[in-house]
């Protein structure tokens, strides 16, 4: 729709009917976090002010490696109560060389994600009209999967301890949490997800080494599976899971997998879909009770921070997912094709594309995209 008509019924509806506000809370982090977290916020800005029925209010939250280095934490102690006032959060990146990676992580991301319970973390792993993969002759309709990760216990629970420390005998012990509960949920969640898009669900899991916990989780896809006979299922231990990804990537539909298992196979996915500029995520409390987050994939990429050539696709596609998940689906898809039609174009490109445009102008590349008529797609 050109952006004249928009603007005249956003201010149709303005007039009419007031529309519905938003409060996001936006993390940037470190790194290139604050880079890509500033499109995002000028994504969902533009967006908001073509959208009749929404109104989105943003406020930056600094929690990050200098908040840590003066307050001895990443987060205020009453961090979580201020966030559970936002419909949704937005998290850029986290990782500084002068706070330890899991201080960092844990304090705020794991923070967040285990005390919200975002037990969902969905990471679409889909090869875009105009990007490039790595496996030969492949194109996007046999690369399009979505993972879905468990994402507050496994073997991110948190749960262990050092013993000995400092000694010849020093010993550290990670235990991996699996709940029935928590493994039947992220299974359902998958399930429902594959039988509503008319997708095959592949289940990961390492039930032949993974005495305990393995087991546990493939007994109980065997019986959330025998709840949709209607949805293709199938168990792959992790190991052949990596091999057939890039094997046979059109096999996979929802991809089921634990909290570390999820985690290395979906970098394996943006590999094969571009790299971590293409993977974006959300990290959903689905019911609801308390606001979700959503990120890129990608971290604080301390190698090319302060440039301003990270490829902010990947936050871009993310601030997309949040509006999806706010109720406006159509505009994850204007995103995800806006996002298209600017490879497809090919002129603007960031270095890890090939080019050597900057995060800002692949962003104006994206928002003009979105101002015009969507194109039809061409066939892959
Ligand atoms: P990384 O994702 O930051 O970077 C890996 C490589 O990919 C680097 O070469 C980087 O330049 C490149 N890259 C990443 N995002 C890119 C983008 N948008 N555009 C272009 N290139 C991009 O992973 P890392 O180097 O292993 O970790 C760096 C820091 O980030 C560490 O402190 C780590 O703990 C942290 N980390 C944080 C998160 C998170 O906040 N969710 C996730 C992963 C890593």
Redesign the pocket.
């Known amino acids: 729709m050109p952006i004249d008509e928009f603007r005249r019924r956003k201010e149709a509806v303005v007039n009419d009917v007031e529309p519905r506000n938003f409060r996001i809370a936006l993390l940037p982090?470190?790194?290139?976090?604050p880079e890509?977290t500033t499109e995002a916020r000028r994504l969902l800005g533009a967006i908001s002010s073509l959208e009749p029925s929404m109104t989105l209010e943003m406020e930056n939250f600094l929690w990050n490696a200098d908040f840590y280095l003066k307050t001895g934490s990443m987060m205020p102690p009453d961090g979580l109560k201020t966030l559970c006032q936002f419909d949704a959060i937005y998290?850029?990146?986290?990782?500084?060389?002068r706070v330890p990676?899991h201080i960092?992580?844990r304090q705020l991301?794991f923070a967040i994600r285990q005390g919200f319970d975002q037990y969902v973390n969905l990471r679409p792993v889909r090869l875009l009209r105009g990007g490039s993969t790595p496996l030969a002759g492949r194109g996007p309709s046999e690369l399009n999967m979505i993972f879905v990760r468990e994402n507050c216990e496994g073997e991110y629970s948190g749960v262990g301890e050092t013993l000995f420390p400092d000694s010849a005998d020093e010993v550290a012990l990670q235990t991996s949490v699996f709940s029935r509960k928590g493994v039947e949920r992220i299974l359902r969640y998958a399930f429902s997800l594959a039988k509503s898009n008319g997708m095959p669900l592949q289940s990961i899991s390492k039930g032949n080494a993974l005495n305990y916990t393995g087991v546990l989780w493939d007994r109980i896809f065997a019986e959330v599976s025998a709840e949709y006979p209607e949805v293709p299922a199938t168990n792959l231990l992790v190991d052949a899971a990596a091999l057939h990804m890039v094997l046979h990537p059109e096999r996979f539909g929802v991809v089921v997998a634990s909290n570390l298992f999820g985690d290395i196979l979906t970098d394996l996915g943006a590999a094969l879909v571009g790299?971590?500029?293409f993977a974006a995520s959300a990290n959903l409390c689905p019911d609801k009770r308390f606001p979700s987050m959503f990120?890129?994939?990608?971290?604080?990429?301390?190698?090319?921070a302060g440039k301003g050539?990270?490829?902010?696709?990947?936050?871009l596609w993310a601030a997309g997912m949040l509006l999806g998940h706010l109720g406006y689906p159509n505009w994850e898809t204007s995103v995800i094709e806006a996002i298209e039609m600017v490879l497809v174009d090919g002129r603007v490109r960031?270095?890890?594309l090939g080019g050597s445009a900057s995060t800002a102008q692949l962003t104006d590349a994206v928002l003009e995209a979105l101002r015009v008529p969507m194109t039809p797609a061409p066939t892959s």
């Open positions: 982090g470190d790194g290139i976090g890509v998290l850029g990146a986290v990782g500084d060389l990676d960092a992580l991301i790299g971590l500029g990120e890129p994939v990608h971290g604080s990429a301390p190698d090319i050539v990270a490829n902010p696709f990947a936050a960031t270095p890890d």
